[in-house]
Structure formats: C-alpha cells, structure tokens
C-alpha cells in the first residue's frame, strides 16, 4: 500500500473516449447518407430485388461500424481492448447460432418433408 492516500493506481482509473462535436457531426451525416441510398434504392429500383437486397445489406453492416466507432467510440485502445474483444466474442456466438439455426431448419425441411405430389394428374 502507498503512503500517499491520494495515489492513483493505473488500473483504477477507467479511460473514458472522448469524442468531439466534429465526431458526432460526421457520425450523424455518415448515418443519414447510409440510410437514404437504400432508402432510395428500394424507391426508386433501379437494381434487380437480389441486388438491393444485397447492397441494403452491406450498407446496414457499414452503418453498424459508423455507429460503434462514432457514437460509441469503440477502438482498439478505449478500455484497454476489451470492448473489442468483447464485440468479437458476441459476433461469433451469434454466427454460430444463425448458422447452427439456419443447419438445423434446412436439414428439417430435406429430411421431414413429405414428397411433393404432381397436381397435374388428379382428377
């Protein structure tokens, strides 16, 4: 134990991102941009439905990332790493359970099913 009462230790303190109204204003546009192209792409269709479903796609993960990094400054240095570590871990459990899921219903509908009769031979 230190003999000064008022001594910090390094590991008590908790390192708190400090964002800047700059950030937020990026964030805020980035956000509203990533939301109105597929907005628009749904509205107006200029793509086929697989593909807009595609880029709305890969437009909601970028939105993800534009809000982790600028609205809850996740980064590889804030809480010593452990709010990534901790967003990884999250990410492959839920991986695994959408695959495991997706696994399961689709080897219940090849193996349960009954066969299809053809309705064009019916009275």
């Given at each position: 134990?230190?003999?000064d009462p008022?001594?910090?230790?390094?590991?008590?303190?908790?390192e708190?991102?400090?964002?800047?109204?700059r950030?937020?204003?990026i964030?805020?546009?980035?956000?509203?941009i990533?939301?109105?192209?597929?907005?628009?792409?749904?509205?107006?269709?200029?793509?086929?439905?697989?593909?807009?479903?595609?880029?709305?796609?890969?437009?909601?993960?970028?939105?993800?990332?534009?809000?982790?990094?600028?609205?809850?400054?996740?980064?590889?240095?804030?809480?010593?790493?452990?709010?990534?570590?901790?967003?990884?871990?999250?990410?492959?459990?839920?991986v695994?359970?959408?695959?495991?899921s997706?696994?399961?219903?689709?080897?219940?509908?090849?193996?349960?099913?009954?066969?299809?009769?053809?309705t064009?031979?019916?009275?």
């Amino acid at each position: 134990m230190s003999a000064d009462p008022h001594a910090h230790h390094a590991h008590d303190e908790i390192e708190l991102p400090h964002a800047s109204m700059r950030d937020y204003v990026i964030g805020f546009v980035l956000s509203v941009i990533l939301t109105a192209i597929p907005f628009w792409l749904v509205m107006e269709r200029p793509l086929s439905d697989g593909a807009t479903a595609a880029v709305i796609m890969v437009f909601a993960a970028v939105q993800i990332v534009v809000h982790m990094v600028f609205f809850l400054h996740m980064n590889p240095k804030a809480e010593g790493g452990w709010s990534i570590t901790s967003l990884a871990f999250t990410i492959i459990i839920v991986v695994i359970m959408l695959a495991g899921s997706m696994w399961v219903m689709h080897h219940l509908n090849t193996n349960m099913m009954p066969p299809m009769h053809d309705t064009s031979q019916l009275p």
